[in-house]
């Protein structure tokens, strides 16, 4: 497949593998709401942040919508948006390999951008996410009327870019509002309404030499035969076949005017009906740059970003691609959009934004839809508020400089680390901390460290002994033990299908 190149791209693809694992660090100060909330505001750079969510958050993401910089010089004064165009691709990749790990297998991405950089931006993401997992081009009509000081043409559309982590991704349908004035008769059987549509085809391909197969003739209730012929003579065809005809003869309805027959089709009022998603969302369905600019303005008018989404474009994404209870992220999440429409929707979400806005703009904004306020797409999804969100910044690396481990790594943090590097799945929730971290496909792995076995002196419970291998979770079959040191000789080891692993030499970055 190809790719594109641009200086320097080789150390640039690295960049997600050279970055460093980092703690996330609580700050309860900025904290709302409920307490045992799932959601985490995080506040920091989005490749150290995106980094230190993988051990516990890999393969768990259903959605992921993200609007970085454009690139155009236009952006608020929070991000650098005046990036050469390899600059600019370096800063992306990374970010995209990242992202693609967390996604779920049946997760997305919804990336949106304008003229710019999308057509770079469409091939590293062929390229990241594989060109079989490309999903749409969505245009959104970002505006409602062109700008009369345009030079050329006046831009209406921004891109947005969806792609799937894998085939197992569904795309999800959206509700079609049906006018039931439409549906004006009522079925005597049922007594549900219903709609006629003609059984004779109409519009293209609706002659009889177009499918000569659909033209045959249908008894009337008088006996007569009916044959799909169109008004002015000329011989046409059913949209049914025959067969189709005898098997459902319930749905037809025979209906004589001026003399000949005609039959109906009955279509009956669906009170769930769905239609799929078009690319092309226009701003009366979706919202456009203003709407999103009072939307922002309602809780911070002192500094309005320059080019915020609304509320329910978000939206739109969210029910293609989600549904409640599950988790979605945004790593550029500028104003909180995207985390506001989330919590409103009933999804779980991590928010990670670089700026100060984290605090200025992000914390009061989800503060006040906690508190239920009514703005963007409240009323429409029904919120009144509630739940709450944990506030992050970016902590102390697991390793030092050295690679030895950084002493304020708690046992969890480590064993989060060694679980998604030894099995590229994050630490499963229900973990409790324990040597035995859990088995992954037959394998069993352990961690000693930090006295997890009551033990708290130097090296106390974190060296490999015949006492102690007596003393942790039984297991039948292959074992990964990882500590300080291992007393046991190497063939006994192998006798008893362990491999031992030395902390911190042996713990790799994924």
Known sequence: MPWLEWHKRDEDIQQAGNAPYRLLQAVPVHDVGDAESPNMLIHGDNLDALKALLPYYAGQVKCIFIDPPYNTKSAFEHYDDNLEHSQWLAMMYPRLVLLRELLAEDGSIWVTIDDNEAHYLKVIMDEVF???????????????????????????????????????FEVGRLFKDQNSTQFGYVDSATGKHYRRRSLRKEGSESRREDRPTMWYSINAPDGSEIWPVKPDGVEGRWRWKKENVLRDAEFLEYVKKDQRWEIYVKQFIDENATRPPATLWPSEEVGHNHEAKLEVQSFNSLNVFDTPKPERLIKRVFE?????????????????????????????????????????????????????EQGGISESVGWHGGGGFRFYELGA???????????????????????????????????????????????????????????????????????????????????VIYGEASRI??????????????????????
């Open 130 to 168: 594989g060109r079989k997992n490309f999903v749409a081009n969505v245009l959104w009509q970002k505006v409602y009327s062109e700008r009369m000081d345009a030079q050329g043409f006046s831009v209406s559309h921004d891109h947005l870019f969806a792609y799937s982590r894998s085939q197992t």
């Open 320 to 372: 293609i691609a989600s549904a409640p209870g599950d988790l979605v992220l945004d790593s550029f999440l500028g104003s909180g959009t995207t985390s506001a429409v989330a919590h409103k929707m009933g999804r779980r979400w991590i928010g990670i934004e670089m700026g100060e806005h984290a605090i200025t703009h992000c914390v009061p904004r989800l503060q006040k839809v906690i508190e239920g």
């Open 397 to 479: 690396a697991v390793f030092d400089a050295e690679g030895r481990i950084n002493p304020e790594i708690t046992f969890v943090d480590l064993a989060a680390h060694i679980w998604f590097a030894e099995t590229g799945t994050a630490m499963p929730a229900k973990y409790k901390p324990s040597p035995l971290l859990g088995v992954h496909q037959g394998v069993a792995y352990y961690l000693l460290y930090n006295g997890i076995l009551g033990d708290k002196k130097i090296h106390g419970g974190n060296v490999l002994t015949r006492l102690l291998l007596g003393q942790l979770p039984a297991f039948e079959g292959p074992r």
């Open 489 to 510: 000789m190497p063939d006994t080891l192998r006798k008893l299908d362990i491999t031992f692993k030395q902390t911190p030499y042996d713990i790799k970055a994924r």
